[in-house]
């Protein structure tokens, strides 16, 4: 019975080891933008809650544009009203 018991408990262990391992992996790799991700329209700037660049492992270079109710997009970063924007968050970020 002891060795059942300690069959089991590695056994649970390994399984959340493993699953643990795999949610790290995927959410490093859900922040990957793809192509046909890219939002194309322009997103205005009082709903945009915050961004960030994709990881440098993710073949395309996009921004991870969050807007209020926590929905995220993918934003070229070479499109004009985003290079905006971000000019705009930092004039005002330095003149505060």
């Known amino acids: ?15 959340l080891w493993t699953g643990s391992q795999g949610a790290s992996l995927r959410s490093s790799y859900s922040m990957c ?4 991700m890219f939002i194309r329209e322009k997103i205005p700037a009082s709903r945009i809650r915050g961004y ?4 440098s ?9 969050e807007v209020l109710n926590g929905r995220k997009f993918c934003v070229d970063l070479e499109v ?5 924007y971000q000019r705009q968050k930092k004039s005002t970020s330095t003149s505060t």
């Open 1 to 15: 019975m002891k060795v059942f018991s300690l069959a089991l408990l590695t056994l649970l262990l390994v399984a």
């Open 33 to 36: 933008c793809y192509k046909g």
């Open 52 to 55: 960030q660049q994709t990881p």
């Open 57 to 65: 492992h993710c073949s395309r270079k996009a921004m991870l544009v």
């Open 80 to 84: 004009g009203w985003f290079q905006e």
